[in-house]
């Protein structure tokens, strides 16, 4: 009998319950470049939106939103990167 065939999900929740109680994010060393290759396109992304504000010397609903959404991302990796370091 052949046995059963777990789903991913099985056993990414497997993983993470087998962590036990640790609340410190994981941390891939192999991923390092990829997060600072994100973390300076949001930076790219925020100078960009900074030089057409201040050249408009005025702000688009559509760059407040896209500011926003920027912003949310750069925050969430930012806290990430500052726990992960911690480790």
């Known amino acids: 009998m052949q ?11 497997d993983f993470v319950h087998s962590q036990g109680s640790n609340t410190e994010p994981l941390v891939f060393a192999e991923f390092k470049k990829l997060q600072r290759l994100n973390l300076v396109e949001l930076q790219i992304e925020l100078a960009s939106l900074k030089g057409d504000i201040q050249t408009a010397e005025k702000v688009s609903p559509s760059q ?19 726990a992960a370091s911690r480790n």
């Open 64 to 82: 407040r939103a896209e500011l926003r959404r920027v912003l949310s991302e750069y925050s969430k990796f930012r806290i990430y990167q500052n």
């Open 3 to 13: 046995a059963p065939t777990r789903s991913y999900d099985d056993v990414v929740f």
